[in-house]
């Protein structure tokens, strides 16, 4: 398992990607984009919940971001 903020990262990179073409890898990498915004959402929320499932610190940066 990663960090919410691993998956952010993949997010990131996926648009800087999508970026530099055009059509359907676009669009795919878009998607892709969302789908990790989606599973770092998902991974945060569990983090804030079960603090004990957190990796390195994790459960301190969910909860920086979450008072964003």
Sequence with gaps: MKKASEYRQHAVECRQLAAGVAGPQRDQLLEMANTWERLAA???????????????????????????
């Design 42 to 68: 998902e991974r945060s929320e569990l983090v804030q919940r079960h603090p004990e499932i957190g990796l390195g610190g994790e459960h301190h940066e969910e909860t920086i971001i979450a008072a964003e």
